[in-house]
């Protein structure tokens, strides 16, 4: 399995950015399509984006515009810049990392312990 270790939640005000970062421990990381997720309380947990190799990007209608994933394969680390936050954003921010087809018999999709994300004024 991948470890995944996120990093950059927090307290924002609305209309603040904040990025998050997701190291991976995976071999072959450029080959992995990574993700983020976000779950806010009592609710399910919803894609806001993803990004295949090499960088074909994927976002929720309600990030469009606002958000940007990006990847460094030198890093093995994705990130997310989230711009123009608001207060609906709030949520519990999950990195994934789902393997390429050939791994897949192997390793398992992996997801990250989660970061904090607060937008209030």
């Known amino acids: 399995q991948v470890q995944l270790v996120e990093s950059g939640g927090g307290l924002v005000q609305p209309g603040g950015s904040l990025r998050l970062s997701c190291a991976a421990s995976?071999?072959?990381?450029?080959?992995?399509?990574m993700g983020w997720y976000l779950q806010a309380p009592g609710k399910q947990r919803d894609l806001v984006a993803t990004?295949?190799?090499?960088?074909?990007?994927n976002y929720a209608e309600s990030v469009k515009g606002r958000f940007t994933i990006s990847r460094d394969n030198a890093k093995n680390t994705v990130y997310l810049q989230m711009n123009s936050l608001k207060p609906e954003d709030k949520a519990v921010y999950y990195c994934?990392?789902?393997?390429?087809?050939?791994?897949?018999?192997?390793?398992?999709?992996?997801w990250g312990q989660g970061t904090q994300v607060t937008v209030s004024s």
């Open positions: 994934i990392a789902d393997p390429p087809l050939i791994l897949r018999s192997t390793i398992p999709v992996s």
């Open positions: 990004i295949t190799s090499p960088s074909s990007t």
């Open positions: 995976a071999k072959i990381f450029s080959l992995y399509t």
